[in-house]
C-alpha cells in the first residue's frame, strides 16, 4: 500500500443520534406514570422527562440507564 492508496479499513464514522421520545412516553404511559412521576423515580427532572419525550434533547448514555431502571426495562427497550 502507497500513500496514495485509500485504506480499506478506515471507516467514516457519523454520530449516532438517539432518540427516545415516543418509546419513552410509551412505556411510561404503559406504567400509568406521569412525567413528574417518572421524573421523581429516575432522579431526572420533569422538564428534562418532556424535553426528551417531544425530541428535544438527546440523551446521554447514563441518562437512558436510570430511565430504564425506573421503568424497569432493559436500556434496548428504550433505543430500539
Known amino acids: ?6 485504506c480499506k479499513e478506515a471507516k467514516a464514522t457519523i454520530p449516532m443520534v438517539v432518540y427516545i421520545g415516543d418509546r419513552l412516553k410509551a412505556l411510561r404511559e404503559q406504567r400509568l406514570l406521569t412525567q413528574k412521576m417518572l421524573a421523581e423515580r429516575s432522579g431526572l427532572s420533569q422538564v428534562a422527562i418532556a424535553r426528551i419525550e417531544r425530541n428535544r434533547a438527546e ?5 437512558i440507564h436510570k430511565l430504564a431502571a425506573a421503568l424497569n426495562v432493559e436500556p434496548s427497550k428504550l433505543v430500539g
Open 59 to 63: 440523551p446521554h448514555f447514563s441518562t
Open 1 to 6: 500500500m502507497t500513500l496514495d492508496e485509500p
